[in-house]
């Protein structure tokens, strides 16, 4: 069966640092890789998303990026960290091409809470 | 463009109550999927269902159900006999169908958060 970790689980940082969130799955091939972040209280924003190895698509142009340097590993990072970028961040994955309509579900992963402080 | 509305910001009922929350969406698509999913208070999002437009037949798992309406864009969740595990947010979610980018991308509606009270 799939799994999904991500980690760290919770992470408070000053404004102005460095940040590297990782996410990795477990028992699937060339999986489709997605961030999302959750501010407080609302909904999910797409961040980015990967159909493969190096290869990443930003949705919305921001202070953070993602690299994706093997087929179950995606990180996502940012050089200075602003407060904006507090909230919940969420990474999921789904396979292209899985029959039945299960190409068209994500599942998602345990969550990162990033304080910006 | 697509859309998905959950008009109920918050809902708050006693246990072992029946709830009903609402999800309506906007697409041109023909074909096209529709998702639940439970957020619990650990941040999870919890895959429930996926249903797909040609596939207008309610669905029951347990103490949940769902009623697909394509007569009125609508994709409802309702928990009978609700206990309080039941409190989280679910979301709603369409998914895009036509893809050129290897992948299909979802739209997510604003959740409802479910209080079940003891």
């Known amino acids: 069966s799939q799994t999904i970790h991500q980690w760290p689980a919770t992470l408070v940082q000053p404004v102005g640092s460095p940040l590297s969130l990782e996410c990795t799955v477990e028992?699937?091939?060339?999986?489709?890789l997605y961030w999302y972040r959750q501010a407080a209280g609302r909904g999910l924003q797409l961040l980015f998303y990967?159909?493969?190895?190096?290869?990443i698509s930003s949705e919305v142009p921001q202070n953070l990026s993602a690299s994706r340097p093997q087929d179950r590993q995606f990180i996502l990072s940012s050089k200075k960290l602003l407060l904006s970028d507090s909230g919940f961040y969420l990474c999921?994955?789904?396979?292209?091409?899985?029959?039945?309509?299960?190409?068209?579900?994500?599942?998602f992963g345990p969550g990162t809470r990033l304080t910006v402080t | 463009a697509q859309k998905v509305t959950q008009a109920q910001t918050e809902i708050s009922v006693v246990e072992k109550e029946d709830v009903t929350l609402d999800c309506v969406y906007e697409?041109?698509?023909?074909?096209?999927?529709l998702f639940w999913y439970k957020q619990p208070p650990s941040g999870e999002l919890v895959f429930l269902i996926r249903r797909n437009s040609f596939d207008e037949q309610n669905e029951i798992s347990g103490r949940y159900s769902w009623n697909f309406q394509k007569s009125t864009s609508s994709f409802n969740f309702t928990i009978t006999a609700s206990q309080v595990v039941d409190s989280a947010v679910y979301f709603c979610?369409?998914?895009?169908?036509?893809?050129?980018?290897?992948?299909?991308?979802?739209?997510f509606g604003t959740g409802t958060r479910l209080k079940v009270l003891a």
């Open positions: 979610a369409l998914s895009e169908t036509y893809s050129t980018s290897g992948t299909y991308k979802y739209i």
């Open positions: 999921a994955w789904s396979v292209w091409g899985a029959p039945g309509g299960r190409q068209y579900e994500q599942y």
């Open positions: 990967s159909v493969g190895i190096g290869q």
């Open positions: 697409t041109r698509d023909t074909t096209y999927y």
């Open positions: 028992g699937t091939s060339n999986p489709n």
